[in-house]
């Protein structure tokens, strides 16, 4: 059964960085396309970024091109999020999920269209 766990969330000033992770146990990985997606209070859900084991291709939402990466530990099935330059609106949950690798990356991920979740982490952008 695919288990998704996330961790990194923290507290961090405006202009600083974070890397999250997602541990993926259970699931066999090149079904899969792993995406982060974002909540928070006030405002829709948002898939900021996935990548597709499959092939490496990934996808960002306009709104975190260029501060966003999204990366992965093939031995370990341990996907990234790298997060620079920090903005108060970046601060939400974040959470790992997991979409079939057929659905088309743009859709799959802007449409947050995923099968598993994980339990999210907090990321809070202050001062």
């Known amino acids: 059964q695919l288990q998704l766990v996330e961790s990194g969330g923290d507290l961090v000033q405006p202009g600083g960085s974070l890397r999250l992770s997602c541990e993926a146990t259970g699931f066999r990985s090149d079904y899969y396309t792993i995406g982060w997606v974002r909540e928070a209070p006030g405002k829709d859900r948002e898939g900021v970024s996935c990548?597709?084991?499959?092939?490496?291709?990934?996808y960002y939402a306009e709104s975190v091109k260029g501060r966003f990466t999204i990366s992965r530990d093939n031995a370990k099935n341990i996907f990234y999020l790298q997060i620079d330059s920090l903005k108060p609106e970046d601060t939400a949950v974040y959470y790992c999920?997991?979409?079939?690798?057929?659905?088309?990356?743009?859709?799959?991920?802007?449409?947050?269209?995923?099968?598993?979740w994980g339990q999210g982490t907090q990321v809070t952008v202050s001062s």
């Open positions: 999920a997991a979409g079939w690798r057929w659905s088309p990356i743009e859709i799959l991920c802007s449409r947050t269209a995923f099968v598993s």
């Open positions: 990548i597709s084991i499959a092939d490496d291709n990934t």
